[in-house]
């Protein structure tokens, strides 16, 4: 997954480069500038003496020391005056400028925090939102694994509003699946059909009841297994290319509109006949080709997958489908926000 939405503290990433928000002096006052400083050791403090002054929206690259991470890119971000003095430029440029550090020293993986949401005061959820925007525009053009680390649930402010309604969704497909179920139990009961009315429709129909059935194909009891091989429908691969050129896509545009890296997409070019996908990268694929539901589940079938009313991850995602909404990163802020796994691979 080129984009992953994590709650972890940035600290103890195990990736090629963790981001630094820190001042132009490059020195760890507090937040997460002063956990990097403390976890990565003295020898920082020396090597960022040396760098120092840091201005606002550049960044500059320091070995990791003492952290998992080989790198760690520091950048100095806005302080939040109400979003009226150019805070988002900066912003902005913090997060690319960083991400192009990443990719000239050769790193395949970074992590980042919310830049400028801790001390500096910009507020958390518009922090997020601008941060996948971001990062979405720059790995449409770059090879990159990123993750956004969210330190804790008070760190991510999901819509209320969004949260109750499919809250609200989840809850009354619940409720018709299971008066569905409970009017079938009772339709299919013969305690509830009086006897003599079942045979008087018996006696005055003169129809056979096996002639109303449909009749068998011919000849369907002597196909071999080998006969019902052939007659298989296309595999996920083959149905996924095809849903591709009738939507007049690039593989390239829809893999990174699924939030599917390159590897994983290579794997299913190469393997057409035998790829099995995970749900998460299934519906990824549907959602990046704004399929309908019904498509969705011939896309999922032809996987072996479905979209059930059993789940929590599908309920959602049967949501926004019926919403009409085909953002990859705003469906997975909805799964973030119910502990569900995310889409993409």
């Given at each position: 997954?080129?984009?992953?939405?994590?709650?972890?503290?940035?600290?103890k990433m195990k990736?090629d480069?963790?981001?630094n928000?820190?001042?132009?002096?490059?020195?760890?006052?507090?937040?997460v500038?002063?956990?990097?400083?403390?976890?990565?050791?003295p020898l920082l403090d020396i090597?960022?003496k040396?760098l120092?002054p840091?201005g606002l929206?550049?960044?500059?690259?320091?070995n990791?020391?003492?952290?998992?991470a080989?790198?760690?890119i520091h950048?100095s971000g806005?302080v939040w005056?109400?979003g009226?003095?150019g805070e988002?430029i900066?912003l902005?440029?913090?997060?690319?400028?960083?991400?192009k550090l990443?990719v000239?020293?050769?790193?395949?993986?970074?992590?980042?925090?919310?830049?400028?949401a801790?001390?500096?005061?910009?507020?958390?959820d518009?922090?997020?939102?601008?941060?996948?925007?971001?990062i979405?525009?720059?790995?449409?053009?770059?090879?990159l694994?990123?993750?956004l680390?969210?330190?804790?649930r008070?760190?991510?402010?999901f819509?209320?509003?969004v949260?109750?309604?499919?809250s609200?969704f989840i809850t009354?497909?619940?409720?018709?699946?299971k008066?569905?179920a409970?009017n079938?139990e009772?339709?299919s009961?013969?305690?509830f059909?009086p006897?003599k009315?079942l045979?008087?429709?018996?006696?005055?129909d003169s129809t056979?009841?096996c002639a109303?059935?449909?009749?068998p194909?011919?000849?369907?009891?002597?196909k071999s297994?080998e006969?019902?091989?052939?007659?298989?429908?296309?595999?996920?691969?083959y149905?996924?290319f095809?849903?591709?050129?009738?939507?007049?896509?690039?593989?390239?545009?829809?893999y990174?509109k699924?939030?599917?890296d390159?590897k994983t997409?290579s794997?299913?070019?190469?393997?057409p006949?035998?790829y099995?996908?995970?749900?998460?990268?299934a519906?990824?694929f549907a959602i990046?080709?704004?399929l309908t539901?019904d498509?969705?589940?011939?896309?999922?079938a032809?996987?072996?997958?479905?979209l059930?009313r059993?789940?929590?991850f599908?309920k959602?995602i049967?949501?926004f489908?019926q919403k009409?909404?085909?953002d990859?990163?705003?469906?997975?802020?909805?799964?973030f926000?119910?502990?569900q796994m995310l889409l993409?691979?």
């Amino acid at each position: 997954m080129p984009l992953k939405i994590i709650r972890q503290d940035i600290t103890k990433m195990k990736v090629d480069a963790i981001v630094n928000t820190t001042n132009e002096e490059m020195v760890g006052y507090s937040g997460v500038d002063l956990a990097v400083h403390n976890a990565a050791g003295p020898l920082l403090d020396i090597e960022c003496k040396k760098l120092a002054p840091l201005g606002l929206g550049s960044a500059k690259i320091t070995n990791g020391y003492n952290l998992d991470a080989k790198h760690i890119i520091h950048t100095s971000g806005p302080v939040w005056h109400g979003g009226l003095a150019g805070e988002s430029i900066i912003l902005k440029s913090c997060y690319t400028e960083s991400l192009k550090l990443a990719v000239e020293y050769g790193c395949e993986s970074v992590a980042f925090p919310l830049i400028s949401a801790g001390a500096y005061g910009y507020p958390k959820d518009k922090v997020l939102k601008f941060a996948i925007q971001v990062i979405t525009e720059f790995l449409f053009e770059h090879e990159l694994n990123v993750y956004l680390c969210v330190y804790d649930r008070k760190s991510y402010e999901f819509s209320k509003a969004v949260f109750n309604e499919i809250s609200e969704f989840i809850t009354d497909d619940y409720v018709e699946e299971k008066t569905a179920a409970f009017n079938a139990e009772i339709d299919s009961s013969e305690e509830f059909i009086p006897r003599k009315t079942l045979r008087f429709e018996r006696k005055c129909d003169s129809t056979p009841v096996c002639a109303s059935m449909p009749a068998p194909q011919s000849g369907a009891k002597n196909k071999s297994l080998e006969e019902y091989m052939k007659a298989m429908d296309k595999s996920f691969a083959y149905k996924l290319f095809d849903y591709i050129d009738a939507k007049g896509m690039t593989d390239v545009e829809c893999y990174k509109k699924a939030n599917v890296d390159k590897k994983t997409f290579s794997k299913i070019k190469c393997n057409p006949q035998t790829y099995k996908p995970s749900k998460q990268t299934a519906v990824a694929f549907a959602i990046a080709l704004e399929l309908t539901l019904d498509e969705t589940q011939d896309l999922l079938a032809s996987a072996g997958l479905t979209l059930s009313r059993s789940f929590t991850f599908d309920k959602i995602i049967r949501y926004f489908l019926q919403k009409g909404v085909y953002d990859v990163f705003v469906i997975n802020e909805a799964l973030f926000e119910f502990d569900q796994m995310l889409l993409g691979c």
